[in-house]
């Protein structure tokens, strides 16, 4: 088992930035993928990154490219999601995901642990 507990959400103003901060227990935390997401009210969840178990490969949605940027610290088991530039359209619940094979993915069905999710949101 994967236990995640996100960190880091908050209000913010238009332009303004946060980072959120997901921390992991329960397995090896270095051999997997790992995801993050969101949802906004009435919406799906959606992609926002991911990073290959050794941070070498990232992955962003097009909304969020140039201005978030994802990273990863093994040795404290902890995923990064540093946000920059914040606008309105990134307010939403954002939950970290840690995949359960070595495949990296966009999809909510490529991650098989997830954490509580932490609010964003951002004043315009």
């Known amino acids: 088992q994967v236990q995640l507990v996100e960190s880091g959400g908050g209000l913010v103003q238009a332009g303004g930035s946060l980072r959120l901060s997901c921390t992991a227990s329960g397995r090896t935390f270095s051999s997997y993928p790992m995801g993050w997401f969101r949802q906004a009210p009435g919406k799906e969840r959606e992609f926002v990154a991911a990073i290959s178990w050794s941070g070498g490969s990232t992955y962003y949605a097009d909304s969020v490219k140039g201005r978030f940027t994802i990273s990863r610290d093994n040795a404290k088991k902890t995923v990064y999601l540093q946000m920059n530039s914040l606008k309105s359209e990134d307010t939403a619940v954002y939950y970290c995901?840690?995949?359960?094979?070595?495949?990296?993915?966009?999809?909510?069905?490529?991650?098989?642990?997830w954490g509580q999710g932490t609010q964003v949101t951002v004043s315009s």
């Open positions: 995901a840690a995949a359960g094979t070595a495949v990296i993915g966009t999809t909510p069905y490529n991650y098989d642990y």
